[in-house]
């Protein structure tokens, strides 16, 4: 007897025939006529090879293979059952990898969504999902989201892909600074300073190139240094002729030791959008990447209402 040439409507009449006590009880259930219940019935023992139940004037009762078959089919609905539920636990599981990159030095940040959302992720009962965070550049970052190679990422994008989805999640305030040796140091007269500002020797991160200096115009030619990350703009920035903005969390041991000076932090600031990329399609998306969003956006909701913040 070939199994798998039984199909489970078949099954299924049998099943509701026996609970049903025969064929004239069990139409109501399965919607069915008398005649169709056991058109249904004989096919299946046709292709079981064995009669599987009595019926007639006498009334209904099942042969002695009919009992052991039905226990049989029992046994099988309930494998079936388990097989579903496996299958649906595997759709919504909190298992697999996941990979996610960032830019540098968010970790400082107290306003980064990142800190609530890993802390809420990593305490969700049935994670088990494997975590691999990278930190990239931005243009890294998206091209890593496009490829496939990472599932998310966290930065800073000017130059936005069409094919990408781009959530934002808050501002990063950024201080123009440089060192207590720099010839700006000492200048406290804010007229003085505007004057020599423009022609300062700058670095600038090569993700936002001018951008990174509003006050500075298209003619300006004193961006003489790029960088790929805060990490390097702050080694040339200590130890170097230039100035530049950096985070005002990153900054801050270094301003108040005094090895760093801001200059003057009311007038020269600029805020940085800081979102989270990810594909524009649910085929590659996976229950741990939005259960990750979902605890992001909750950070950043939590931020938000602690510090009245805007997006």
């Known amino acids: 007897m070939n199994l798998s040439t039984i199909d489970l409507k078949l ?59 039905h226990r049989d089919v029992l046994q099988f609905f309930g494998a079936v059952q388990d097989l579903e539920s496996s299958a649906d636990a595997l ?123 509003p006050f500075v115009d298209e003619s300006d030619d004193s961006i003489i240094s790029t960088v790929t990350n805060v990490e390097a703009a702050a080694f040339l920035i200590l130890n170097g002729p230039f100035i530049g903005f950096l985070p005002r969390h990153y900054a801050r041991s270094w301003l108040e030791s005094g090895a760093l000076v801001a200059l003057f932090p009311d007038k020269f600031v600029r805020y940085s959008q800081v979102s989270l990329v990810h594909p524009d399609s649910e085929k590659h998306s996976s229950p741990p990447l939005g259960r990750l969003i979902e605890c992001i956006e909750m950070g950043h909701q939590a931020a938000d209402s602690v510090t009245g913040a805007p997006a």
């Open 11 to 69: 099954l299924r009449v049998f099943h509701a025939v026996v609970e049903c006590g025969g064929f004239t009880n069990a139409q109501a259930l399965l919607n069915v006529s008398p005649s169709t219940i056991s058109s249904h019935m004989s096919q299946l023992e046709g292709r079981v090879g064995f009669r599987l139940c009595e019926r007639g004037r006498s009334g209904f009762r099942l042969t002695q293979k009919g009992e052991q078959f």
């Open 91 to 213: 759709r919504s599981s909190m298992a697999g990898k996941l990979s996610v990159g960032i830019i540098d030095n968010l970790v400082s940040d107290p306003e980064c969504p990142l800190h609530y959302a890993l802390a809420q992720f990593f305490s969700q009962r049935d994670n088990e999902v494997q975590l691999n965070l990278q930190v990239l550049s931005p243009q890294q970052l998206e091209r890593g989201v496009l490829d496939h190679e990472l599932d998310a990422g966290i930065g800073i994008f000017y130059q936005q892909s069409s094919s990408l989805v781009y959530r934002p999640l808050y501002r990063e305030r950024d201080v123009l600074v440089c060192s207590r040796n720099h010839p700006l140091a000492g200048i406290s007269a804010p007229h003085e300073l505007a004057r020599v500002l423009p022609h300062t020797p700058k670095v600038a991160r090569n993700f936002m190139q001018r951008q990174e200096f």
